[in-house]
């Protein structure tokens, strides 16, 4: 039993030292395969690494005889580049050297020709005082000579030539002018109403003046008091006058009457209810024709105070005009003309429109109508081209072209047949200041103001007016009578020179 223990024990350790043995030497064997196949690997690896080292040379020559020729060829345009501005600068030298030589050639020339200048200056000088010395006369008075002759010798063909420029030009304008104005009279045509400064109110019965003047005259005392207007109470039947300047005040009078018939109880209380009631009709009334007036031309956004005032012109006259009737047809002939022109029809409608616009408060502002016009209408916010309308329309030369336009639509408006009307004494008046006016220049023998007032014939003295100097007058009186006097549409100038000589055979 011990022995086959001990025998199972040597065979196991056997085993165990076989098994080593073998496994070392497999792992020996192994071992082996590994190195040569290493060695091999790394054989492999030095070769293609001479062969990358010997690529990589080659490629470095090949960059560097690259590199090499093309250094050339840079360093060959660089030394053609170089020959050429060599050359190129030695052109500049010599054209910088021919420029400095022709420059002190030309000053040269150029103190020579000053020198020649000074000397021709200086024998001028002396050639002038001899020839004063021998004529007797300096520089200007031989000017003022020369001219004197020369004007002596063509005036008359001068004044042809002016003459007729002056007929050539003003003909053509004037015919273009015309027909702008024909255009836009012949497209629009207001209707006119004269007026009056007195109004008529019907009486149903001549019992009702008595009622109206009252228990001793207190009634129309009352009216007249409250109203500012005077009643005239004549024999005409059933009719009462009432006058006034003011036609807003004789509107409250008249309303007012009328309120007081129908009632019929005339008494200081009633009548003083009755004119404040017609006053507040009267106001909306205006406000009623302000609103009319602005809507018929088409205008938007105004200020209710400014077309309050605007309502008033239906009250105000001029020359017997109505001054809102005019202001509508002003606007209308005036948006006409510009629409002929080009030009902005709504600003043309403006300014014609608001033109007069002053005359609504005249009565009760300081001031002229076109100033009180301007600042109404600056007050407002309006544009200074359509508030120098209020002046513009009143000058010579206006400065802005719309109220060119809205003075030649004012002067439209105004000749109108039958638009204005003067009285006797106006009348009167106005042709005697015209005929003083145009008799205020020296060399004038006679005037004589006709075609009521559109006319003035001036007849001057032959011996001490010549014909440029009658053409000089004229345009002098014309302008004269621009500047000082007043007056709706254009006055013509005629200067008359005639001479005659009579004698008798015997």
């Known amino acids: 039993m011990i022995f086959l223990i001990l025998m199972a024990l040597l065979g196991v350790i056997l085993g165990i030292g076989l098994g080593y043995l073998l496994r070392k030497k497999l792992a020996q064997a192994q071992a082996n395969s590994l190195e ?87 024998r001028r000088e002396e050639a002038i005082k001899k020839l004063e010395a021998l004529a007797r006369l300096n520089r200007e008075q031989a000017k003022d000579e020369l001219l004197a002759r020369v004007e002596v010798k063509i005036k008359e063909d001068l004044m042809n030539r002016v003459l007729k420029l002056e007929k050539e030009s003003s003909e053509y304008y004037e015919t273009k002018a015309k027909n702008i104005i024909l255009s836009a009279m012949q497209r629009y045509a207001g209707s006119h109403s004269s007026e009056n400064t007195t109004t008529l109110v019907d009486l149903p019965n001549d019992e009702m003046k008595g009622r109206i003047i009252g228990k001793e005259g207190r009634n129309i005392k009352t009216i007249e008091k409250l109203t500012g207007c005077e009643l005239i109470v004549d024999e005409t039947p059933n009719v009462i006058t009432i006058s006034g300047f003011s036609p807003v005040r004789r509107q409250v009078a008249r309303l007012a009457l009328e309120k007081l018939i129908a009632d019929g109880r005339i008494q200081p209380a009633r009548i003083e209810e009755f004119v404040e009631a017609a006053k507040v009709d009267l106001s909306t009334d205006i406000r009623k024709a302000g609103e009319e007036a602005v809507h018929q031309l088409g205008f938007t956004g105004l200020d209710p105070k400014l077309v309050q005032i605007v309502g008033r012109l239906k009250y105000r006259t001029s020359y017997g005009q109505n001054v809102l009737l005019h202001s509508i047809e002003v606007a209308q002939v005036a948006g006409i003309m510009a629409a002929e022109l080009g030009l902005d029809v709504t600003l ?58 809205a003075k030649a ?41 006709i075609a009521a007032g559109r006319e003035v014939r001036v007849f001057v003295k032959p011996e001490e007016t010549d014909d440029l100097s009658a053409h000089n007058l004229a345009r002098e009186v014309a302008k004269k009578i621009e500047q000082e006097l007043q007056y709706p549409g254009e006055i013509r100038v005629t200067v008359i020179r005639e001479k005659r000589v009579i004698e008798y055979a015997r």
Not at 65 to 80: P, V
Not at 85 to 106: A, C, G, P, T, Y
Not at 438 to 447: L, N, Q, R, W, Y
């Open 36 to 122: 040569a196949k290493a060695e091999k690997i790394l054989n492999e690896a030095k070769l293609k690494q001479q062969e990358a080292l010997l690529q990589a040379r080659d490629k470095a020559f090949k960059i560097i005889d690259d590199a090499k020729k093309e250094e050339e060829t840079i360093k060959q345009e660089l030394r053609a580049e170089k020959q050429r501005l060599e050359k190129r600068e030695n052109v500049f030298d010599q054209k910088l050297l021919e420029i400095e030589s022709e420059r002190q050639k030309l000053q040269t020339q150029t103190e020579k020709i000053t020198t020649i200048k000074t000397e021709l200056e200086v």
């Open 348 to 405: 043309a409608k403006k300014c014609g429109f608001f033109h007069d616009i002053g005359k609504a408060v005249d009565h009760d502002t300081q001031g002229s109508h076109p100033q009180i016009g301007y600042q109404i209408m600056k007050k407002f916010g309006f544009d200074e081209e359509i508030a120098y309308a209020c002046i513009g329309h009143h000058e010579d030369k206006p400065i802005y072209l719309s109220s060119v336009i």
């Open 409 to 449: 639509a004012d002067a439209v408006s105004g000749a109108r047949f039958g638009a204005r009307r003067d009285t006797y004494e106006q009348y009167i008046n106005r042709l005697e200041d015209l005929e003083k006016v145009a008799s205020s220049f020296p060399g004038i023998d006679k005037v004589y103001a």
